[in-house]
């Protein structure tokens, strides 16, 4: 998933925008940095440099991991992996600060892109765990602080384990548990690219992936030509990708035309779907069976591997 945009923890619609609705604890910023930076978007990197005038400090023992964070995804998939398992280990040997959390968070954020494999999911939950335990989060907005939330989303959505026994762990899960009923009940109806209106609910009988994306988000681009060859491999079998952006069409065509995409793209320009689906971040893929039921989603980047055992959840093999 695009670090900064989960890591913000939420975000707003203007002008047909994605904008930040940052919110300003020490281990907040510090995460959105990290993710701003390795992300390479200056723009927005002195917003949240113009929110906060408190510069966070490395240790000699976390430069070098911080360094590694912001080089991690220029990494090869297969050295990505390993990579990411040292540096969970790295994390864990650190003193209690909130350097700490931001970094356990920071890898969390990046862990998920694709498929690293279970043992390396695990001992990033288990950084994390570490983390929380050494030094709990307050509440936020009355509800659990962002790092119970990243551990939620790593045990619900990518099967982890966590020995964690926190209220606010539970609550985080509680309300991943009530966006799936919403999302399950939640109807589609927006026009693509060429003006013809698409309805989710009418697409019974169909097996049904949405797709919520950016020409923006690194990690949205890199999984959109599996998306293109697994929609040209079961198209015919009653397969429809339903690919959403809040990007106005000046910027969505072009690309779209570029990279000569087929399945259809729509526009959300009001973000009132993306707030319906609760969309935190970006890629975010839901599967639907014939039936309508919602039988799967990812919350991150997937690779051809993992969107094809999606579509196995729906029957389609």
Not at 53 to 72: D, F, H, M, N
Not at 273 to 296: C, D, M, Q, T
């Amino acid at each position: 998933m695009h670090t900064f945009y989960r890591l913000m923890h939420g975000w707003r619609i203007l002008d047909g925008r994605w904008a930040m609705r940052i919110r300003l604890s020490s281990i907040g910023v510090a995460v959105a940095w990290i993710g701003l930076m390795s992300s390479g978007l200056a723009a927005i990197s002195g917003i949240v440099a113009a929110e906060t005038k408190k510069e966070t400090v490395w240790s000699a023992q976390e430069a070098p991991i911080y360094e590694a964070l912001r080089g991690l995804r220029k990494l090869p998939d297969d050295v990505r992996a390993g990579t990411t398992k040292e540096l969970a280990l790295k994390i864990r040997q650190l003193p209690a600060t909130d350097n700490k959390m931001t970094l356990a968070l920071h890898l969390a954020s990046l862990s998920t892109e694709g498929d690293l494999g279970r043992g390396t999911l695990q001992e990033v939950a288990n950084t994390l765990t570490e983390a929380l335990r050494e030094k709990p989060q307050p509440d936020e907005d009355g509800g659990p602080g962002y790092g119970y939330r990243e551990l939620a989303r790593l045990v619900r959505y990518e099967h982890v384990q966590t020995n964690l026994d926190a209220a606010p762990l539970r609550a985080a899960l509680a309300l991943f548990e009530a966006d799936d009923r919403k999302r399950q009940d939640a109807d589609i109806t927006l026009s693509d690219l060429q003006g013809k209106q698409w309805t989710l609910h009418e697409l019974k009988g169909k097996v049904v992936l949405v797709s919520f994306w950016a020409t923006w988000c690194p990690p949205c681009r890199k999984e959109m030509p599996d998306l293109e060859a697994l929609y040209e491999r079961f198209k015919d079998q009653g397969f429809v990708v339903l690919a959403i952006s809040n990007e106005k069409e000046e910027k969505v065509r072009p690309f779209i035309e570029k990279a000569k995409y087929s399945y259809p793209v729509l526009l959300d320009l009001d973000g009132k779907v993306s707030e319906r689906y609760a969309v935190e971040g970006i890629p975010h893929s839901f599967v639907f069976n014939r039936e309508g039921k919602l039988v799967a989603q990812s919350t991150d980047m997937r690779t051809r591997g993992q969107f094809e055992g999606m579509l196995g959840e729906a029957g389609l093999r």
